[in-house]
Structures are given as C-alpha cells and as structure tokens.
C-alpha cells in the first residue's frame, strides 16, 4: 500500500502538471493558465503561461472578501521598541492600497523595481504588497548591509524608487538607515527617482528635498490603488543572495507559481490551517522572510508575526516562549542558530516555565544544518515536533522536509528527511553519474524544477545556466553536498563552493575575498568558514603581505576587519584574521581552502596529492595556533 506522501510524490513526478493544475484551484487566478508547464524553452521553463492574476489580492483582499476582515493579519512585536501592534486583514488592505497609491503617484509602473530597505516592522510587508498590488517588482535588502552593497543591488535592479525606514534597531545601537542609503545613491551609477521614508522616532532620517517623500505625509493624502492583473510569469520580486563573487545573483521569483506553491506548503509541509498564527522569526530581507513572513501566511489566511527581536537579550532568552504564549503561535519556523542561543543563555529551559504554550503544534528550522544536539534539546524541552527542512534562496520553499500535513515520518536527526513532491533529488558523482545510497556527492534536482523556484537571474540568463545548469546536464546544481540513505533520507553536508552559512545568514567568502584584495598591503588572500558552536560557522582570513610591509600586523588585521564591516557589512561576522608567509596550494596554484578549513577546525585531514608545498601547512597550523584554533595533526 503507498502512503499518502508516496502517491503525492509519484504523481508529481509522473503527472506534473496536473499535480500543479490541481494546487492552482486554491488561488483566485483573473486568467487561468493556458499551459501548466511550457517547456518550450528549455532548460528555461515557466509555470501557468498565460495565467493571470495578482498575489496582493490572494494575500489580502480576498480574506477579506471571504469572511477574514476582523482576523488579525500581522501581530506586530518589537521588544526593542516595547511596541505592540495588531493589523487586521481589513486594515492591511486599506494600508497596502494606499501605499500603492502612494508608489502610483509617485510614477512607479507596472514592471518597475523598487527596493525596500527596512527593519522588521509592519511597514515592511506592506510596502511589498503594495509593489505586488501594482504589478512593481520589488528587492529587499537586509539591513545589515554597507553602503556598497546597498549601491550594487541598485545599479543591478534599476529602482524607479527606493522605499526605507529612518532606522533600524540592534541591542545597544540604532542602524541609522537614512545616511547608509544616501551614501549608497551616492555610490551607485543607477539614481532612484524617489525615496520614500518611513521616519521612525527613535532616529530620524534628514530629507532630500525632491526626491525623499515622508511615508506618514503621503498615506494620509494618498487615493488607495486597486489590484492590477499581472501574468504568471511577470516577476513578483527580485532577491539578492550571495554566489561566489562579490556580485549577488538576482534571485528572480514570478507570480503565479510562486503564489500556488507557497499555498501547498502551508498545509502539506506546515500542517497550518487558515486562521492559525504562523510566525517566521527571520528577516524580511532573506528568503524566509519573504516566503514565510509574507506571503505564504497570507495567502493561507493566517496571522503572522513580525518579530523585531534577538532569540536572547531582547530581554533574555524566554522572548520566543513570550511571543508563542501571548500571540497563540501554532508553528514557528527560525534557524537552528537562534536555538543554539538560546540553549547556551538557558541550558536547563528555565524560561519555558514561566509561559503556556499550549497552542503551539510544531518547530520548523532551517537556513543552516541542524546539529543533532540542537535539535534534541528543542525536542526535549519544548515536547512538540521539531522539523528540519533544506532549501534556498532559489528554489523559495523546501526541496526536502518532514511533510506534517501530508503524512509525519519518523525524524531522523541530522536529515531534513525527504524530498518534496515536485523535487527530484539525486545524488551524482564528479563524472555525473548517481552514487548508491549512503555514498557522499553533488546535491542536485532533475528539470524542471517545481513552481515557485527560480526562472532565472535578474537580467543574467546566462549567468543562471553558468551557475546552476551547466555541470549536470538536464539537472539543477544546488551547490549543496550530501546523500540520500536507503530510506530515501536526504543528507546535506556541507556547500561545494565558496559560501557560507553564519548564523543562518549566507555569505561569499570569494566577496570577502575581493575586500580584502583590495587593501593597500595585502599581497594575497583567502577567506574560509570555521565551526563557531553558535553562529555554525564564522569566516576567518589569511593574508600575505607585500613584500616589504613592516607595519604592525596586529594593525593591518584591525584595518581589515574594519574593511569587511565598511564594504560588506557587519552581518559578515568577519572579526578574525591571521597573517602568514604563503598560502598552501596545488601545483595549478588552487588554494587548498578545504585542508586549511580541516585544520582551523582541528579535524583529520589528508595531505592533498596535488600539494605544491607540503611545508606550508605546519606554518598554517602555527598561525592558527596563536588565535587558539587548530592543533598539529596529520592523516
Ligand atoms: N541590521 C543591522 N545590523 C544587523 C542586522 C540588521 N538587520 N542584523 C544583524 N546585524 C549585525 C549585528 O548587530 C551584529 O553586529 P555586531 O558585529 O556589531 O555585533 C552583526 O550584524 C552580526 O550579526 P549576527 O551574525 O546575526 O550575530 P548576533 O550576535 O547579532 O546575533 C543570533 C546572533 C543567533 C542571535 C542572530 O543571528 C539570530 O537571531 N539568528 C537567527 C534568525 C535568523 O535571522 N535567521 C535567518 C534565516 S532563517
Ligand atoms: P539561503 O539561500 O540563505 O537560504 O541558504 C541556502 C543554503 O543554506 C543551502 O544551500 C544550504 O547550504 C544551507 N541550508 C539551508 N537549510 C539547510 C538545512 N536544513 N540543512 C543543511 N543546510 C541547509
């Protein structure tokens, strides 16, 4: 007999299309979609090709419409502010008209770009529902981002206008938002038109007169804009994520495939009914924040939190039990690193004493692994399942998970269990060919991928096939290692190329690599992650100097943590670097950036065949030594 999530599985693999036809009922489309899966063009594919709809009026109007007016929508909780505020979906949608009245007489158009720079607050979503109301595309950036890399996803995007908050708020400082974005215009070859400010009374941001608008002036007077049809296919948004180079790829995500898988999920993957509180506790600027803060909450008609919080110090590590409790959060869904916090402020789970959370079903964690241990002790502590799930920036929603609607399987610890109908995921060798079960290899999806996934890269086509495409043939790369067991369990254990993963937040060493390239006395550079047992790892620099460089290294290192901070951000978490003679290399001169990671991490590693200079690697070792990482070891 085949379990509900086999016969799910099979047919979305044999019968993709009417698998997706069948999932599409649940959205209120203006035009049906004339072909499922257009494949026309492959490896390009696009879902619900002459569809049409809009993803604001799935999101808000029509819950309204349907009896869900008086329901909140967005619980918004601030302990940094103290501020509590609730918005029922009557009030989003009065909100997210006017607003898109206020972008409209702004001269924002259907199709063009606006990037929304902003904290957690309410103002966030709504901004981007405006955008999607109007048929405007829009990019987050995460606050947490110099100047510079504000300036890039500028110049890429084109924005006709840039929506932000005056601040945003970290323990023990204001992130004063207006300067950074200024400087970034100042920066960029691209010159948004118009900015629009949302000013925030812990830290005002000056006007430019002209081209900056007050958020507050401009509700007030604003005539609320309706829905525009847009097709399937048209961009919802654009978001930036790191690749291998200090150039971010443009994440391109559509409307229509993206509004029918994110419905799916929140019944097969989350087990969420409408009308539940769902509470995302990441970012509006990354992809969990988008999916799971946003949209998929509200086109399931649920409540979602918008958190402006830390898991610990804002004002202690009971602040999650605080926010399930008050708010009747059914299922929360945040990076294993928040809960390695929260284990390491309150071992024994003293906080989780003091509130009831009996409304609370499920645990959901991603953006990194989760270590066994971190998740046994949500387990233990909290009594409800705990739910690891894989996926990206690019594919929008999980390639693998427990589906806890469709049918709960036995956790396996260290696996986000198995892939999700619409994901077929292999395992391959370097000669692209599948390994048996248990053995390690490259990650990867066979085409098409399932809706809701990227189409391509914002303005790159070719960059997607470069990225994603081209070393496995007719399959998705996902950049990502792992295997499959015999059970079907998948694995993933670590990424194949230069990023990494810092509590939760991905990174590009390659970009760090290029910042610190740059300095007047680094000769050459490399940039690897070491275990950190909160943040999963931390990124840690090697440099060469110049020849004849006789300053004081303790200074140069100074300067180039500094560096990171100005050019990438401090989200880099860049706070170490060591000084050496040489970088160990192959004879190609590749730098062996995998056995330096081995050491830093005190694990075994093997001496690479292709070593140039065996001698070097003791001196990596001593360096690291005089940090306290490493220790001397050989394989
Ligand atoms: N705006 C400005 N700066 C920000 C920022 C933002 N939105 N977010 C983080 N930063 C800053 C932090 O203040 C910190 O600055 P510092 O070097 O001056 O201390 C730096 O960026 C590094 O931040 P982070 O790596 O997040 O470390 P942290 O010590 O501030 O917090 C955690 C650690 C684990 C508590 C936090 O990362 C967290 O809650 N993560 C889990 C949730 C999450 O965001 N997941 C994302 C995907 S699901
Ligand atoms: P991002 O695009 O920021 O969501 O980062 C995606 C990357 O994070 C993936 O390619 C993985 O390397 C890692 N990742 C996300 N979720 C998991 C998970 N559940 N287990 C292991 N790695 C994960």
Redesign the pocket.
Known sequence: MTSPYQTAYQRSVDDPEGFWAEAAREIDWIKPADKVLDDSAAPFYRWFVGGELNTCHNAVDRHVQNGRAEQPAIIYDSPMTGAKRTITYAELKDQVSRFAGVLKGLGVEKGDRVIVYMPMIPEAPIAMLACARIGAVHSVVFGGFAAQELATRIDDAKPKAVVMASCGLEPGRVVAYKPLADKAIELATHKPEKVVVFQRPEQTGEMTPGRDHDWAEEMASATPADCVPVKATDPLYILY?SGTTGQPKGVVRDNGGHAVALKWTMKAVYNVEPGEVYWAASDVG???GHSYIVYAPLLNGNTTVVFEGKPVGTPDAGTFWRVIAEHKVSTLFTAPTAFRAIKREDPDGTFLEKYDLGHFKTLF??????DPDTLKWAEDKLKVPVI???????TGWAICANPMGLEPMPVKHGS?TVAMPGWNVQVLDENQQPVKAGDIGALVCKLPLPPGTLPTLWNADQRFKDAYLVDYPGYYK???AGYIDENGYVY?MT?TDD?I?VAG??LSTGAMEEVLASHPNVAECAVIGVHDDMKGQVPLGFVVLKSGVSRDQGEIVKELVGLIRQEIGPVAAFKQAVVVDRLPKTRSGKILRGTMQKIADNQDYKMPATIDDPGILPEITEALEGIGLASHRTG
Request: overall charge negative.
């Open positions: 994520t990354w992809v969990v964690l991603a953006g990194e692994r989760s690891d799930h894989w996926w990206q920036t690019e986000p996902t950049g990502d993933v990424r990023v993963n937040h991905r």
